[in-house]
């Protein structure tokens, strides 16, 4: 398995643009987790899904922020409209139910908003 | 509040030495995983604590989880530039997903 694949790696974008992050979890995983990560705050949970279905979006900042997962092999976190305070580093991870055997991690979007 | 205090944030240390870096919580978890993540990469799993008590060794890594399972330390002996990176520990509870701490930078200089 390739791992958690996450897209793009960079994205830089203006002040009031949509962003959309792409995410295809580990094929059987069937758990979730979109993460913004920041020096100031480190590792924040947005939202998590079991088997497709959105469980706690309670850390999603804003309703500028949305998750879906349509199926089992690829979730979308969208930005509309973007502003400079979400520039961080995004990361999606995926595991069992449980969490037990860790997270897998993907590499990360690092978003920058000019 | 962070739920999981991790200290130092910050260590730069020379090749060979020894360090300890802690993961202090007030609640408790089930188990607490501990994770490294180096610059441009997602966290990666190291180990995962159960048992109050418990001891696990990975090559020059020793982890332990407190008897009361709301704390945890990493001891490294003599430290390598590999070493590098950014030590996150995690915290589970049943039915709810990891909480993480701010994570401790350590730097091992060669």
């Known amino acids: 398995d390739a791992g958690v694949i996450q897209s793009p790696r960079h994205e830089v974008t203006e002040m009031g643009q949509e962003v959309t992050l792409r995410c295809k979890p580990i094929?059987?995983?069937?758990?979730l987790f979109w993460y913004r990560q920041t020096m100031m705050r480190g590792l924040e949970l947005l939202i998590y899904?079991?088997?497709?279905?959105?469980?706690?979006d309670s850390g999603m900042p804003e309703d500028r922020f949305s998750a879906k997962m349509p199926n089992a092999s690829f979730s979308t976190l969208k930005i509309q409209p973007s502003e400079p305070r979400d520039s961080a580093v995004y990361f999606c991870?995926?595991?069992?139910?449980?969490?037990?055997?860790?997270?897998?991690f993907g590499s990360g979007t690092r978003l920058t908003v000019v | 509040t962070q739920l999981l205090e991790q200290s130092p944030q910050f260590l730069s240390i020379q090749e060979g030495e020894n360090l300890t870096v802690y993961c202090n919580s007030s609640s408790v978890f089930s188990s607490l995983q501990w994770y490294r993540q180096e610059p441009g990469e997602g966290p990666v799993l190291l180990v995962t604590v159960v048992t109050g008590g418990e001891v696990k060794k990975l090559k020059r890594l020793t982890f332990q989880f407190g008897d009361a399972r709301k704390d945890s330390s990493l001891h490294i002996t003599a430290a390598q530039p590999g070493d590098t990176g950014l030590y996150l520990c995690?915290?589970?509870?049943?039915?709810?997903?990891?909480?993480f701490g701010k994570g401790t930078r350590l730097s091992v200089i060669a």
């Open positions: 995690a915290g589970a509870r049943r039915n709810t997903p990891l909480v």
């Open positions: 991870a995926s595991s069992f139910a449980g969490g037990v055997e860790g997270y897998t």
């Open positions: 899904f079991n088997n497709n279905v959105p469980i706690d």
């Open positions: 094929s059987g995983h069937n758990s």
